[in-house]
Nanobody
Framework: HVRLVESGGGSVEVGESLRLSCTAP????????MNWFRQPEGKHRDWIST???????KYADSVKGRFTISRDKANGTLYLQMNSLKLEDTAKYSC???????????WGDGTQVTVSS
């Protein structure tokens, strides 16, 4: 079964930027909404952003104005551009595809983002 693969995490300082990527090798994601979630250590997982199959975007208030979600339909890749990072953005970030036909890819391992002062 296809599994999502997240990448692009790392350790940065407050105010810096990172771009996360998410792919599903061999999977056609054209008919899927794509989402980003994050889970700080020891806390519950939170939804942070969605891009629909039609390109509409939504953001949690905590990231609105700083994060930008996008997708490349040519290669089925999901992105999350994160600017002006804050300490509270430290978490493991995961992507989830919700597909309107057929099955959706499995969750991946996530990618860790650590923001320090």
């Amino acid at each position: 079964h296809v599994r999502l693969v997240e990448s692009g995490g790392g350790s940065v300082e407050v105010g810096e930027s990172l771009r996360l990527s998410c792919t599903a090798p061999g999977f056609n994601a054209d008919n899927c909404d794509m989402n980003w979630f994050r889970q700080p250590e020891g806390k519950h997982r939170d939804w942070i952003s969605t891009i629909t199959r039609d390109g509409d975007t939504k953001y949690a208030d905590s990231v609105k104005g700083r994060f930008t979600i996008s997708r490349d339909k040519a290669n089925g890749t999901l992105y999350l551009q994160m600017n002006s990072l804050k300490l509270e953005d430290t978490a493991k970030y995961s992507c989830v595809y919700e597909c309107y036909s057929g099955s959706s890819p499995d969750w991946g391992d996530g990618t860790q983002v650590t923001v320090s002062s």
